[in-house]
């Protein structure tokens, strides 16, 4: 189980990533991960985790049109891939089976 | 406008950013960096987006993001590498004759450079494996007489050869003196070993502290004893095998002298090649002790090089002022003499000392740097080949850039690919160097007696060097090429009316110029050097030297005393013309004496002129001229005892200018008195090297050594047959040893001849360099020219014309480098004939064949190529448009 190892944030990327769909690219993915969680998020760190995500084959990526703002620079969209998809639900599933076994009385008081 | 660059991100951390950015993540990246700062830009200020931007570049600075350093890059280069020497290999093949001339050029220049750098490696090293080398000082000495004894004298005025008490008196005087060690000269011994006889000439004698003053190596016997007693030798390994074969030659008995019986009490390494001083065997200093003793006591007899060392810590410097003072307690006596001493330190004795009467050969500082010269030249002008054959070839690889321009080649590795492809042929060059240097090793061992070995290429030290060398003539070769060929413009080359600059045709004719003034030098200086070499054997030397041969007996008792017996007895061989006896032959070793003559006011003067010892028939045999009173005769039964013949030079020493001036004035020398009877003519009986200085002759029966004998120009081997037989029924116990006159005389020239043939030969590989470049150079500019000479043709030039036009240049180009070069050659020529008294004079004629052979070779060059180019059929050249 333990090569499926998403930390905190990856799994929030992946599923910014995911809520996005075909909009993910840098900016835009800042920009839900900070309405939704309001939490602030720099470009470095979300670029590196990207390219990390990227590298295990989670996420893939595809460039854009160019247009005449950004400076002309292409966007890279980033999509989830099969195995992204799959790990993410591993993750979840895991979450849910962990949650299912919290007794009630835990939250009781 | 402005506008716009108020919007910009920071210039400065944009650039870095796209400095250290992954090349792959760069675009969205930054595209992102820059969507973020416009929408700051817009909802609040400029400043805070600036602001913002920068923190964020700052942030994504971390090992995620940034660039790896080698990995992608690297390869990336090799496979560009692979490719540059893919193309390079191609042009290699393609154009094979002109990538043989630059390799060939260059390697000529390489080997050179390599093997002249033995040579230099090899001079330097001399004595250099002494391990005390650094204490380690000799003596010189000069008696000064006359007037001027007072001035001590001149630096080459100092022998080495000295006498043998002051030595001793060093280590007595001077705490910080350690050892001292003297040497006698090598002169003939006779050796008798196992009744065979040898005539050894390079045995000396030698005080036990040898081995401690030096660093030979001792085979067996103990360093510290070996030659403290009398009676015992030490041999090297090479004459041990010589005397004894295989056995072993310690404890065995070697006589020396008919009766001086010695033990071999130790065997020692050959003395290295690189030594000042050599020697096949070491008779112990104790045996010539027991023999004249008295020698060792007298402060003015001469027969001994002497050597000592300093203790550890002690100071040269401190001894220096105490010389003086040292001749004067010993010899502060001598009325009419004064004696010098100074040190000088062994240490690049071999290059550096002036002193006469050297121990051994000595080096030559200026050839060394002649040579290092050449070589530079030599390698100098293998680049400039290699310059002018690639820029003139630049044309034809225009295109190639123009396209590796166009598809995005940076000019950077532009000029990566040209010094790759001209470090390839360099490298090249380099083995082909190599294989050279083993090829020629056997000649250099010839000339100069180096011998290279395998070791010695295949050590890290001459790798490392040779690898660095390369590395540099590359980059001096390469680096203006491929500089040149990458600044070429696409748009330019590409449409196709490209030419090579102007710049670079005025460098390559400065290039050329260059060449020619090196090796028109070159051709100076070897035209001078054998003009030089020819007048000295052909110089008039003042006495007979053709078909003279010379017997050697050694001093030897019984002969001496029968001499005229014996001259008579050789006389009578056939084919002998005359004999003379002698104690010293013109060309060969002499001894100096105190002589006091008379001077023009009356006074006896001290001087100390050479001295040669003859018979009567000396002074006819060899055909020398009495320019005043006569020479010996049999009938004046008093010459041997009084009468004493000098030579102008030392008429002239005395004041006297007119040789009859001379006649009957008084003399005492070397316990002789009596008057001067004669004047003969100066005759060269040095080299010509040195002027001829002044000499006195007497008639001493009992110091002859020598006979001289005449032959008629018959069988010369049969006349040595028959001397041999009559030597050994005449002599029996010295063995037969002769040589010719002249050959022994012009063995003083033998090091200018070895001089000569290396600088010619290296000479010759300059200019057959040189001319290689010249050739491929022409040929190229010929080709670059055939549509103009075919549109020449068409319109009716003539043969000659088209000639002339294509040689024009090239004569502008050789007068220029004439007018360069004489000067140049001329001083340079002038410095080395200082070194002869007797000098060529500079003739005109040097000059004028230089100029003949340089131009012959220059426009035989050149008008193959244009003779071919203009006899071509116009339509061949003009169809193809």
Redesign the interface.
């Known amino acids: 189980m333990s090569k499926h190892h998403l930390g905190e944030f990856e799994e929030i990327v992946l599923l910014t990533v995911a809520i996005l769909r075909d909009e993910a ?3 835009a993915i ?1 920009d839900e991960m900070e309405s939704r969680l309001k939490r602030k998020v ?4 979300l ?2 985790v990207l ?2 995500l990227e590298k295990k084959s989670y996420l893939t990526s595809e ?1 854009g049109e160019a247009t005449k ?3 002309g ?4 969209f980033f999509s989830l891939t099969a195995y992204g998809k799959k790990v993410l639900t591993e993750v979840k599933e895991q979450r849910m089976g962990l949650w299912s076994a919290v007794p009630e009385f835990a939250f009781s008081y | 406008m402005s506008e716009y660059q108020e919007q910009a991100p920071p210039r400065l951390f944009l650039r870095f950013f796209r400095w250290y950015c992954h090349r792959d993540y760069l675009e969205d990246i930054e595209g992102d960096l820059i969507e973020k700062f416009e929408r700051k830009a817009d909802q609040t200020d400029i400043k805070s987006a600036k602001w913002g931007f920068a923190k964020d570049v700052i942030r994504l600075f971390r090992p995620g993001i940034i660039r790896p350093i080698t990995q992608t890059q690297q390869l990336y280069q090799l496979d560009m590498f692979k490719n540059y020497y893919k193309i390079a290999w191609r042009h290699i093949l393609k154009e094979k004759f002109y990538s043989f001339i630059n390799i060939a050029g260059l390697a000529i220049g390489i080997t050179c450079c390599i093997l002249i750098s033995f040579f230099v490696k090899h001079e330097l090293s001399y004595d250099n494996y002494h391990q005390k080398l650094d204490r380690t000082y000799r003596i010189l000495q000069e008696y000064k007489s006359g007037n001027e004894r007072a001035t001590a004298p001149a630096a080459e005025d100092y022998q080495v050869w000295g006498n043998a008490t002051v030595g001793p008196a060093f280590t007595e005087e001077f705490p910080e003196v350690d050892q001292f060690c003297r040497f006698t000269p090598g002169h003939n011994k006779l050796i008798k070993v196992k009744d065979e006889l040898y005539d050894e000439k390079n045995i000396v004698f030698g005080d036990s502290t040898v081995f401690d003053v030096f660093s030979w190596e001792l085979l067996s016997g103990n360093p510290e004893s070996v030659l403290n007693k009398p009676n015992t030798i030490v041999l090297t390994e090479s004459l041990a095998k010589k005397y004894f074969g295989n056995e072993d030659a310690m404890g065995k008995t070697v006589i020396y002298s008919q009766d001086v019986l010695c033990v071999v009490t130790g065997i020692m390494k050959d003395v290295p090649a690189n030594s000042h001083f050599t020697f096949e065997g070491i008779i112990s200093m104790g045996t010539f002790y027991n023999q004249r003793s008295w020698i060792f006591e007298s402060w003015g007899y001469v027969d001994f090089y002497t050597y000592f060392t300093l203790k550890e810590n002690a100071n040269m410097e401190s001894i220096k002022p105490k010389l003086a003072g040292l001749s004067e307690k010993y010899t502060g006596e001598w009325e009419d003499t004064k004696f010098y001493i100074e040190v000088e330190p062994l240490k690049g004795a071999y290059l550096n000392s002036v002193a006469a009467r050297q121990p051994g050969k000595t080096g030559n500082k200026s050839s060394l740097i002649i040579f290092s010269i050449i070589g530079v030249f030599i390698l100098l002008i293998a680049c400039i080949n290699f310059i002018n054959l690639s820029t003139a070839r630049s044309l034809e690889r225009a295109k190639e850039i123009g396209i590796r321009k166009v598809v995005g080649a940076r000019k950077f590795s532009l000029v990566n690919q040209f010094l790759s492809e001209f470090f390839l042929l360099t490298f090249f060059a380099g083995i082909l160097s190599l294989l050279l240097v083993f090829f020629l090793s056997p000649y250099l061992e010839e000339f100069a007696g180096i011998s290279i070995k395998t070791d010695d290429i295949f050590n890290i030290e001459f790798l490392g060097i040779f690898s660095i060398g390369i590395i540099i003539v590359g980059l001096v070769a390469g680096s203006y090429p491929a500089f040149l060929l990458s600044k070429f413009q696409p748009s330019k080359v590409l449409k196709g009316n490209f030419k090579t600059g102007k710049s670079g045709v005025a460098l390559r004719k400065a290039l050329v110029s260059f060449q020619f003034v090196l090796t028109i030098t070159l051709i100076i200086g070897t035209a001078t050097v054998y003009n030089q070499l020819t007048y000295l054997q052909e110089h008039e030397l003042g006495f007979e030297k053709d078909q003279i041969i010379v017997m050697d007996f050694g001093y030897d008792g019984k002969v001496q005393e029968n001499i005229e017996a014996f001259k008579n007895e050789f006389e009578k061989t056939p084919n002998i013309l005359s004999v003379c006896a002698s104690r010293a032959v013109p060309g060969n070793f002499f001894p100096n004496a105190g002589t006091q003559i008379e001077n023009p006011d009356g006074k006896l003067e001290n001087h100390s002129p050479a001295i040669y010892e003859i018979d009567p028939d000396f002074l006819s045999f060899y055909n020398i001229k009495v320019l005043a009173g006569r020479g010996f005769s049999y009938d004046h039964y008093s010459d041997s005892v009084d009468a004493l013949i000098i030579n102008n030079a030392a008429a002239k020493l005395w004041g006297y200018n007119n040789p009859e001036d001379v006649i009957g004035k008084k003399f005492d020398q070397w316990g002789k008195t009596g008057k001067v009877i004669g004047v003969v003519d100066d005759f060269n009986y040095q080299s010509l090297h040195t002027e001829v200085g002044p000499l006195t002759l007497r008639f001493e029966p009992y110091s002859m050594a020598k006979f001289s004998l005449k032959l008629s120009t018959g069988d010369i081997h049969s006349t040595i047959a028959n001397l041999e037989d009559k030597w050994n029924e005449l002599i029996p116990d010295r063995p037969f040893t002769f040589y010719f006159i002249d050959d022994s005389f012009d063995k003083q020239y033998n090091s200018d001849e070895k001089f000569a043939q290396l600088f010619s030969s290296f000479a010759v590989l300059a200019i057959l360099i040189a001319f290689l470049g010249l050739f491929g150079l022409t040929t190229y500019t010929t080709a670059q020219r055939t549509k103009e000479i075919g549109i020449r043709k068409v319109m009716g030039a003539s043969l000659r014309s088209i000639v002339i036009l294509l040689s024009k240049d090239l004569s502008k180009l050789l007068l220029l480098s004439f007018v360069i070069a004489i000067p140049i050659s001329w001083y340079a020529t002038q410095q080395w004939l200082e070194g002869f008294a007797y000098q060529a004079p500079i003739s005109l004629s040097v000059y004028i064949i230089t100029a003949f052979i340089i131009s012959g070779i220059a426009f035989g060059t050149m008008s193959w190529q244009s003779i071919k180019a203009a006899l071509q059929n116009p339509v061949d050249s003009l169809k193809n448009e």
Request: glycine share 16%.
């Open positions: 690219y840098g900016i800042i720099s470009i470095g760190a670029q590196t390219r990390r460039f703002i950004r400076g620079k292409r966007k890279r």
